[in-house]
């Protein structure tokens, strides 16, 4: 399986900051990521596909970047709804998932 | 629009077994690759099983491979999770969620899922 390991674990940070999170796999995996926001009780939401692409409707704060085995999401301007536990997921093989990277209020 | 309501969770005893539906509405399962993906308490998500837009290729985690067994009705627009020789790590809330396309594709939509409990 391809590990995926999310840095950090706990981001704390205030409305308006630019924040990055970074998510490495075990081995390449070329474009194939996807990042995912979960609020606590709900289901994970869709943000972005192949590493940088925003799934329709995600505002444009949101970015991804990278390729092979290092991976960012980035929030450029932080709002109060995205407060939440990012997860990124490599599709290359069988799915995995990183162990997530819970953003709070500083 | 898109949903996708999960049910059938609930608490087992260790060897037990349940099977966790999941009905769509807003689109056709058979259009697409169906998941099921958990999350333990506390935990990170965990990918189980897929089945295929014909429905004829299934594959599994390693470890529910042999006790789990995903399954659909087209007529009913409904997925299945058949859960046999349940042991107390599959203590989760189950998801069932849509493939965006290929069959190696993230999810894009999610049901809000249902929690399954193990116990010894």
């Known amino acids: 399986d391809i590990q995926m390991t999310q840095s950090p674990s706990t981001l704390s940070a205030s409305v308006g900051d630019r924040v990055t999170i970074t998510c490495r796999a075990s081995?390449?995996?070329?474009?194939?990521l996807a990042w995912y926001q979960q609020k606590p009780g709900k289901a994970p939401k869709f943000l972005i596909y192949?590493?940088?692409i925003l799934e329709s409707g995600v505002p444009s704060r949101f970015s991804g970047s990278g390729s092979g085995t290092e991976f960012t999401l980035t929030i450029s301007s932080l709002q109060p709804d995205d407060f939440a536990t990012y997860s990124c997921q490599q599709y290359s093989s069988f799915p995995t998932f990183g162990q997530g990277t819970k953003l709070e209020i500083k | 629009e898109v949903q996708l309501a999960e049910s059938g969770g609930g608490s087992v005893q260790t060897g037990g077994s349940l099977r966790l539906s999941c009905v769509a509405s807003?689109?056709?399962?058979?259009?697409?690759?169906m998941h099921w993906v958990r999350q333990a308490p506390g935990e990170g998500l965990l990918w189980v099983s897929r089945?295929?837009?014909?429905?004829?290729?299934?594959s599994y985690a390693d470890s529910v491979r042999g006790r789990f067994i995903i399954s659909r009705d087209i007529a009913k627009n409904t997925l299945y999770l058949q859960m046999n020789s349940l042991r107390v790590d599959d203590t989760a809330v189950y998801y069932c969620?849509?493939?965006?396309?290929?069959?190696?594709?993230?999810?894009?939509?999610w049901g809000q899922g249902t929690l399954v409990t193990v116990s010894s």
């Open positions: 807003g689109f056709t399962i058979s259009s697409y690759w």
């Open positions: 192949k590493a940088s």
């Open positions: 089945i295929s837009i014909d429905g004829r290729d299934t």
């Open positions: 081995q390449g995996i070329s474009s194939w």
């Open positions: 969620a849509r493939g965006r396309g290929k069959a190696a594709d993230p999810q894009d939509q």
